[in-house]
């Protein structure tokens, strides 16, 4: 099948890479071709029909890179088909809970009303202590976040296969 997918992330410490990896592998899994590139690495959209978006989350806010990507591509984003995904709560249970009901920056909300992605989820996240720079590993501390690696690669393989399976009933 000759659709070409961008996984584009936006990552600190590595997990989010991890994240939009196994997506694409999923992908691949399912008859698309997809590239994984870092967020500041894309150049051109056009050879894509779909792209995927995700960031790690810090403070309810997305890496700044992934933001500018966004708004700088949010014309040729909303001619695509676009998913968008968020990591970083950790701790068990449902990680939109954990987060008081929180999906997506709201300081992004008129970006998202443009592109009108087909989903936008949430992913747990991973936080490494061994990982982390000495602020971070300190803020981690001060708020007794839980740390460990949380992701839950059932849902996000899920998801993925969700994707692909949009992207082979629209283009076929």
């Not at 051109?44 to 309810?60: C, E, R």
């Not at 954990?98 to 989820?121: C, E, N, Y």
């Not at 300190?138 to 949009?166: C, H, L, Q, Y």
Request: proline share 5%.
């Amino acid at each position: 099948m000759d659709i070409q997918v961008l996984v584009a992330y936006a990552t600190k410490y590595g997990a989010t890479k991890e994240i939009a990896e196994r997506i694409a592998q999923e992908l691949g899994q399912a008859g698309l071709n997809s590239d994984v590139l870092p967020v500041d690495r894309v150049k051109d959209l056009s050879p894509y029909k779909a792209v995927v978006v995700g960031s790690a989350v810090y403070v309810g806010r997305w890496r700044k890179e992934a933001v500018k990507f966004l708004k700088s591509n949010q014309k040729s984003l909303a001619e695509r088909k676009v998913w968008l995904f968020s990591s970083g709560p950790t701790g068990e249970g449902d990680p939109v809970e954990l987060v008081k009901g929180w999906r997506f920056p709201k300081a992004l909300q008129s970006v998202v009303d443009h592109i009108h992605p087909m989903d936008i989820t949430l992913f747990h996240g991973s936080v490494e202590l061994n990982k982390l720079n000495p602020l971070h590993k300190w803020m981690i501390n001060k708020v007794e976040a839980p740390k460990g690696d949380f992701r839950d690669w059932e849902a996000i393989v899920s998801w993925a296969t969700s994707i692909a399976d949009a992207l082979k009933r629209s283009f076929l």
